[in-house]
């Protein structure tokens, strides 16, 4: 039986709104209560009866479904923990963005206070919690075991995490069953092409470099994540903001552990983007078209390990000093010096070029990215400050940096261990896309950034709340 607001220890006929009696359930009949591709469709009605001769939409109001209008939007998530969990026995709720739950037709949520006891509560795209208390329904809690991760209470993410399966034809298909009062068995479930998913916070959050580059030579950018563990992944740009598909270049290794630093470019002349790579031990390696011979080569050595290079704390690579075909490299050193390669190739750093002696200011530099502001296809230098402040510096020639502009000032939200790249991941044909991972895994592209300002945002992981 349904009872609003129920209250315990007094009677059915003492219940504030009264009692509902569910004459009939309506279930999916392919839906399991598993891992499976099934719990997709872990959603179900039921069919009440009245009360002292009055339908319960009547006495408290009610909500609307709606099919859910994408695996990422706005919703509020409400519902009941155990009380074990809230001793205070209250509703809880969580506005809060959704993401996908990548293999599934289902999305995903990071809210704390989500504990056993909130199956099946309800996911508003809108509700007036000030008001009637109703709204719109595009999801509920439930879904992949049940509606979240696979680990014991004990486990902060236990109470995090929280799915809900999409309401798609499925789900509106038994809607109007449980309308017209009919059990129909709609045959086996075939789960609806899905969206590509970049994944979630707690695999972002491991991203530790990034480097942006045209690895396939399709005239926009795909992007390289090495993380934590040592995998190296290629996500395939789809040259509109977005990304399609992703490549495991190496898996979890020990070697790739050492990896300190990264940049892109077209240093082997192939019209396709080339992966340099600083080591822990000092040694340089060049490994070449990248999206056609992977990283399981040996790669072109540009340095062997040696006292100096590990001391290149930030390296980027870009056209800095003339057009698209330039091939230069700068360099950040631990003692603040700034140095610009021209003429880089593979198996040589070319020219060097001091652009900054040893200073102290420039060991705040926490992150080098180069961007093209104007299409020319020449780069401007970005750069990122310990503080958060962003400065980018669009007259870079061998003989010096020139002065810099300021893109923004010091903020906290732009510190503490974030990883970007620049690349060209839009239509308009310029390297003026940048892509941060910031420290708690969300990751975001901003396409479209000027010299003074960052450009439209856009999510690509939903960060933890």
């Given amino acids: 039986m349904f009872v609003p607001q129920y209250v315990g220890g007094k009677s059915a006929d003492a219940q504030p709104f009264g009692v509902y009696p569910v004459q009939e359930w309506f279930r999916d009949s392919q839906w399991a209560a598993d891992k499976s591709v099934n719990s997709d469709l872990d959603f179900a009605f039921a069919r009440v009866g009245t009360y002292q001769g009055k339908n319960v939409q009547d006495v408290v109001g009610a909500n609307t ?13 409400i519902g009941y923990p155990m009380s074990k969990y809230d001793t205070s026995d209250q509703a809880v709720n969580c506005p809060t963005l959704t993401g996908a739950l ?41 879904g992949w075991n049940g509606g979240g991760p696979d680990v014991p209470a004990s486990d902060p993410l236990y109470n995090r995490i929280t799915y809900s399966p999409v309401y798609g034809d499925r789900f509106f298909q038994l809607y109007s069953d449980a309308e017209l009062g009919d059990h129909t068995d709609h045959g086996p479930y075939q789960q609806p092409t899905l969206p590509y998913s970049m994944g979630t916070w707690d695999t972002w959050r491991n991203a530790r470099l990034l480097a942006s580059g045209d690895f396939w030579g399709t005239g926009h950018s795909d992007m390289i994540a090495v993380r934590n ?25 020990g070697t790739w552990t050492h990896a300190q630093t990264i940049t892109a470019g077209d240093f082997t002349g192939s019209k396709q983007s080339d992966l340099m790579v600083r080591w822990s031990d000092g040694e340089v390696t060049l490994y070449g078209d990248v999206g056609k011979n992977g990283l399981n080569t ?23 000093t003339a057009g698209a075909g330039a091939r230069d490299l700068i360099v950040r050193w631990s003692d603040g010096e700034l140095t610009l390669y021209t003429n880089v190739s593979a198996g040589t750093f070319g020219k060097e070029n001091k652009l900054k002696a040893p200073n102290p200011s420039w060991q705040d530099s926490a992150g080098l990215v180069g961007v093209d502001f104007s299409g020319s296809g020449r780069r401007n230098l970005m750069v990122r400050w310990s503080n958060g402040a962003i400065d980018t510096y669009p007259s870079i020639t061998a003989s010096g940096l020139g002065s810099a502009t300021r893109l923004q000032g010091p903020t ?31 990751t975001t592209l901003y396409s479209d950034t000027s010299s003074t300002a960052l450009g439209t945002e856009h999510v690509l992981v939903a960060p933890a709340s």
């Fill in 102 to 142: 990548a293999g599934f037709n289902q999305m995903r949520i990071d809210c704390a206070g989500m504990w056993g006891g909130v199956s099946g509560g309800p996911w508003f795209s809108r509700v007036d919690l000030s008001g009637s208390g109703t709204g719109e329904i595009v999801g509920n809690v439930g």
């Fill in 65 to 77: 479904v709606a099919r859910t209008p994408g695996f990422t939007g706005n919703v509020t998530v």
């Fill in 412 to 442: 906290p939200l732009w510190t503490g261990d974030l990883a970007m790249t620049a690349g060209n991941f839009t239509a308009n044909g310029r390297s003026d896309d940048l892509v941060v991972r910031r420290p708690d895994g969300g």
């Fill in 298 to 320: 040996a790669g072109t050595q540009m340095i062997a390990p040696n006292q100096t290079w590990p001391h290149a704390t930030q390296i980027t690579a870009g056209p800095f």
């Fill in 229 to 253: 563990d040592g995998r190296a992944t290629l996500y395939l740009g789809d040259g509109k903001g977005g990304f399609v598909s992703e490549q495991q270049l190496v898996a979890p290794n």
